[in-house]
């Protein structure tokens, strides 16, 4: 399985899963290629809107740290 595969899947895992664990983004965040990152944020940020308990991961995650320091 390829780098961009395995993304894939994890990326997919978190979209289906109703409380994805850190640890897999952790690894997704550790894999990922700058042209991963739009559809990586648009997963979390789907989260973030329909699981109210999904934000603090996210935003303690590097893509959260990421998306804060853009501002």
């Known amino acids: ?3 961009g595969e395995i ?3 994890l990326v997919q895992k978190i979209a289906s899963d ?3 664990s850190v640890t897999m983004m952790s690894i997704i965040e550790e894999l990922l290629a700058p042209d991963d990152v ?10 973030v809107k329909t699981t109210s308990t999904f934000a603090v991961p996210v935003l303690n995650s590097r ?3 990421h998306l804060r320091d853009a501002d």
């Open 63 to 65: 893509a959260g740290r």
């Open 1 to 3: 399985m390829s780098r």
């Open 38 to 47: 739009p559809a990586y944020v648009g997963v979390l940020m789907d989260k």
């Open 18 to 20: 109703r409380n994805p």
């Open 7 to 9: 993304v894939n899947l």
